[in-house]
T-cell receptor, first 117, second 110 residues
Framework: SAVISQKPSRDICQRGTSLTIQCQVD?????MFWYRQQPGQSLTLIAT?????????ESGFVIDKFPISRPNLTFSTLTVSNMSPEDSSIYLC??????????????FGPGTRLTVL | DAKTTQPNSMESNEEEPVHLPCNHS???????IHWYRQLPSQGPEYVIH???SNVNNRMASLAIAEDRKSSTLILHRATLRDAAVYYC???????????FGQGTTLQVKP
């Protein structure tokens, strides 16, 4: 299994500013993912952040708005840039492939609750 | 990606079995069927997964139809802590991506 922490746990930000969310894992993992969960909705995958390669973004998400870094096998950051109230969501990171297979269990962080005023 | 259909909500009484259905008629032969659940104010957590055979673990059982177009998650004795949103997710590529549908909100009554 994996233990994942996220910082900050919550934040309230002004529109037009940017927030960087950190995701730390207690073991080395290949696959890391970022999700968004808007109020009352299911999770939506933003991007896949595998170490050693550029992040791969899902349809509707772009690097300029959600730049991602993956400097090593235990850490990643997601930045929400030029925020608007529509960006108010919970942002979650997850990790997978602990046993070396893409079908492996994914483990999720507790999420970062972002409110944009 | 394979599409899934789950009931929006279900209710159960505490200590009774719960059967949560999922239709995934467009699933391919190599897609694994994963189930996750999300407790209130928490990130999703893994429940169980399988390919063709029925699977059991300490949390639940997974019954997969012979044609693999549907599956059922079975909680043998529901507890209040099992109240959550349950997601059935076929993993359809070697990327490991989870594509969440709307899931089933399970309410457990004492």
């Amino acid at each position: 299994s994996a233990v994942i922490s996220q910082k900050p746990s919550r934040d309230i930000c002004q529109r037009g500013t940017s927030l960087t969310i950190q995701c730390q894992v207690d073991s080395q993992v290949t696959m890391m993912f970022w999700y968004r969960q808007q109020p009352g909705q299911s999770l939506t995958l933003i991007a896949t952040a595998n170490q050693g390669s550029e992040a791969t973004y899902e349809s509707g998400f772009v690097i300029d708005k959600f730049p991602i870094s993956r400097p090593n096998l235990t850490f990643s950051t997601l930045t929400v840039s030029n925020m608007s109230p529509e960006d108010s969501s919970i942002y979650l990171c997850s990790v997978g492939g602990l046993a070396g297979a893409w079908t492996d269990t994914q483990y999720f962080g507790p999420g970062t609750r972002l409110t944009v005023l | 990606d394979a599409k899934t259909t789950q009931p929006n909500s279900m209710e159960s009484n505490e200590e009774e079995p719960v059967h949560l259905p999922c239709n995934h008629s467009t699933i391919s032969g190599t897609d694994y069927i994963h189930w996750y659940r999300q407790l209130p104010s928490q990130g999703p957590e893994y429940v169980i997964h399988g390919l063709t055979s029925n699977v059991n673990n300490r949390m639940a059982s997974l019954a997969i139809a012979e044609d693999r177009k549907s599956s059922t998650l079975i909680l043998h004795r529901a507890t209040l802590r099992d109240a959550a949103v349950y997601y059935c997710i076929p993993i359809t590529s070697n990327t490991g991506k989870l594509i969440f549908g709307q899931g089933t909100t399970l309410q457990v009554k004492p």
